[in-house]
């Protein structure tokens, strides 16, 4: 059980703005065999698209944090991230999975005021397809 919860946290924090990695977390707790690879499947989905929501959230709060010398942000990757969802608009979330691109989406999803739903569908379609791969994947190779 306690792998399940780290993978939870562990996804949680690739999710967000923070560098982190859960994919070969994901990966190795498959190998060991000892929790069942669905649990594992919806752990990690569920706290990376968790992770997502907070990024959302800080987006909406962009125009009253992002002066503060806190801010997890530089001005440019969010210019960056805004860009590429006025272009692409909601279809960019199921980009959201890639790293580096992904969370800056996420967050530019907030600022915009993409609605919650809809960003939600898109993301945890992008995210349980990605970690929908890599369980596919370590179970092929064990």
Do not use: H
């Amino acid at each position: 059980m306690t792998e399940v919860v780290g993978l939870f946290f562990a996804s949680f924090l690739a999710a967000t703005l923070l560098p982190a990695q859960s994919e070969a977390f994901l990966f190795a707790l498959i190998w060991q065999e000892t929790v069942p690879v669905l649990a594992l499947f919806i752990a990690a989905t569920t706290g990376n698209v968790l992770g997502s929501v907070l990024n959302w959230l800080l987006g909406r709060g962009l125009n009253r944090w992002k002066e503060r010398r806190w801010f997890p942000v530089s001005e440019r990757n969010v210019a960056k991230a805004e860009c590429w969802y006025q272009r692409w608009g909601k279809w960019s979330l199921l980009a959201s999975w890639v790293p580096v691109v992904g969370d800056p989406l996420t967050f530019a999803a907030g600022a915009l005021r993409e609605p919650f739903w809809s960003f939600l569908l898109f993301v945890t379609i992008a995210k349980a397809g990605r970690y929908a791969v890599v369980c596919v994947v370590a179970v092929s190779s064990l």
